[in-house]
Every structure is written in C-alpha cells, then in structure tokens.
C-alpha cells in the first residue's frame, strides 16, 4: 500500500493574534517552535513525504531545523488562503529539495499546522483511506462551546456540507472539522480549485463541490485531545495541551540552587537557570535557559521563556511568558507575554471579573467571548509597565507601549503608545504634630 504525501499548510498570518508579533508556528512551547511540534507529531504518525507550504519566516526557520532532513517546502508568499497553499503544495516548486518525485497515483493528506492532535488521529485516517470505500475522510470534532471553523454537516457518516464559519447559535451540527484531511486521488482537487481561488473559503467550497457531485466522502469521529491557535488567548488552552499530552520524559539541566527552595511536580529546567532561597517551582512548568527565579518567588503551570528574571515576591501562575522578560513582586495569572516585556514593582496583571463571567476580549473591532473564567493580560513585545499600575481582564497592551505607574488600565492600548495617570496633588501646611508616646501606637506594642 503507498503511503500518502501530507501536505503542511503554514501559510497564515494569524490576523487575529494582536498583540503577538510572532508567527504563531514560530512559538516556542517547551522550548521548541509549535512548527517543529507539528512535524514531529506528522513524523511519529509513520509519514514520511512531507511538503511544507510556508511563508518566508517559517521557510528560514525549517531550513535550520535538525531531524527533519526530507522536508520539500514551497513558498506562498502572501497569505492568499489554504486553496492556493494546497495547489502549491500539489505542484511543487520546491524551495528545498530531498525526495523523489511523488507517484501519480499517490494519496495525499492536507494538514493545518496550526492544530495540535494526537498523532494516532493521522493514522486512524490513513486505515480509513485504506479501506477503500470512500474517496475523501475528514476528522470531525465533537465541541460543547462555539468554535470559529467550519462544522460538518452529515448524512450516514457521509458529509453533505462544510458550513465554515456560522454565526454562535448558527451551527449546523456540534461538530467541528478538523484538517486532517484524506484525497485518494488530489487530481479532484486540482480540477476544482483554480476555479474558485477568488474565494477565501475556496478549500472548503471545493470540498462541497466533491460532495455535491457524488464523491464520498467519509466523516470520521475523532475523541483525542485537540487545539488550535486563533487567539492570543488559545496559547494558554495550547500550553495546557503540551503540558499534559506532550510534556518530555526529562527532566532537563539541574539548576543552581541558593539556599532552600521547593520543586513539585514536572518541571524541565534548561541549561544556567538560578532559584534563589525561598522560591518556589510548581509543575507542570518549563523554565528557560538563563532565568532566575528570585527569592520567595512562586511559579506554577507556566511556561518562562530564556533569561528572564522572577524577582522577590512574584507570582507567576497558569502563563506563558516569552524571552528576556523582568518581574518584582508581581502577580501574573493567567497572561500571555511577548518577549522583553518589563512589569514595575507591585504591578498586577488581573484574572478575574468580580462577577465571576467569562472574560470577553476584543479581535479587532469584535468583542469575543474568550470562553476563559480566567483571563489576564495579553502583552506584546517590548512593552513596559510602571509600579503600581493595574491591568484588567484580557486586557492587550501593543507592541513598544508604556503604562505609567499608578495606573487602570481597562481598554486595550495601542503599538507604540504611552498611557499615563494625571494627578492633582496639593499641599498644604500640617497643623498636627505626632509624638514617640503616640498611645495607640503603645498600646498596640504592649500586645505583641
């Protein structure tokens, strides 16, 4: 039996992950980008022919990967949608090249990079497509909450029609699909899709076209745990799925230890990391080369990206924090930030509506229903916070911004802007003198 040629769309741009600058392929989660994730988990499914159709920041990136030697990648130089990422991928034009020709006759699977799965879901849809009984397998996904993706519509197993991208409420099904998608024969796709490539959505209209005409087309129900990045927020829901699906079995570098601290639970610590007396590591948790968690520090189910600093008293729980980030007696709960993001002494990154609801954040001009009861700052990199100052839940701070010290933020702050607190002080003379024999102050000593 051939095996198929699987084809890697990582294409996007990912316009909704403002403030995040970073491709989101490019992420590092546990020390490696979620692209080499992806292609590891491909890898461990048995694939060996793979084409990855990428922009020029993930091409650069893959031509230094290590233990992926046989990649062909194909350059979609703008983000024109996944039906020309897969016409690419189908007819080559190789920026890399190390395999053979691919056999005419050879199936195909498409695969969102983007997505985080079990690898045995790739095999599960390899024994379907070789069964022969159906010419095209989809995954689908069964989801309690909305998701922003294409639903399947189903008849028998069979798919009738991909709806992508209903309105809340508008779903056809709960079923969410998935791209892991099986061809027999990719020549079907290759007839359709040059007509319709003025369509954003002209993967999904070609799928429908097939559906309608005849071909069949089997629906397969995944169970396996699954992710996608659309959000700045969904780094944290993709964390979770690392740290429990794909945490490494090693333990890492030993760290350097002052004094008496506390480390529970799986954590990896790479090469030159400090604890200093009093602190305190809690796992699930990656600690990043060159960081230092100070003195009674707290960090718990976090990922802390390269050379940051934890400084006395911060607590860092349930975040992902990027490269050469600075912290003193701060809480971060539950925030997502870039790399060289800087918080002032007694800077506090809120996580919780007092009226317990979920947290909504803006995309755009759009306000989303994060679906988090938990959500704290999204912060862009470069961006620095004054002592003192406040942000509140799902709050984003742009690219190269400043907060002042002192003060609330509460909307969204721009790239590049510099939000401060005006204040009116006014003085006056004292009129009252306070004496060393100040009674309550005595009082109270006497009953220490």
Known sequence: MIKPKAIILAGGIGKRMWPIKTNKLLLPFLGRPLIFHTLEAIKKAGIGDLVVVG???????????????????????????????????????????????????????????????????????IRTGEEG???????????????????????????????EKPLPGKEPTNLVKLVVDYFKNSDDL?????????????????????????????VVRYKGFWGSIKYPWDILRAMNLFFKHRFPKQKGQKPLVSGPVTVTGPVVFEEGVKILEGAKVRGPAYIGAGTIIGNQALVRESIIGKNCVVGYGTEIARSYVGDNCWFHTNYVGDSVLEENVSLGAGTVLANLRFDEQKVKSLAGKQKINTNLEKLGAIIG?????????????????????????????????????????????KTRKNKKLFSLKNQLRQKARKKI
């Open 55 to 125: 922009r020029p920041a993930i091409i650069s990136q893959l031509e230094k990967m290590v233990g992926f030697p046989d990649i062909q990648v194909v350059l979609q130089p703008k983000p024109t949608g996944l039906g020309e990422a897969v016409i690419k991928g189908l007819k080559g034009d190789f920026v890399l090249k190390g395999l053979k020709k691919a056999k005419k006759s050879q199936p195909i699977l498409v695969i969102n990079a983007n997505d985080i799965f079990d690898p045995d879901l790739i095999k599960q849809i």
């Open 190 to 218: 290759l007839k359709i899709l040059p007509q319709i490539l003025d369509r954003p959505d002209s993967y999904e209209m070609a799928i429908n076209q097939l559906a309608k005409s005849g071909v069949k087309i089997r």
């Open 381 to 425: 990199r470069n961006a620095k916070v004054g002592v003192n100052a406040s942000v509140m839940p799902g709050v984003k701070i742009g690219t190269n911004s400043l907060v002042g010290p002192g003060a609330v933020l509460e909307k969204d702050l721009p790239e590049n802007k510099f939000c401060y607190l005006k204040q009116s002080l």
């Open 133 to 163: 009984k159906s010419e095209i397998i989809i995954p689908g996904l069964r989801v309690k909450e909305y998701f922003p993706g294409g639903y399947l519509k189903i008849k028998k197993g069979q798919l009738e029609k991909v709806v």
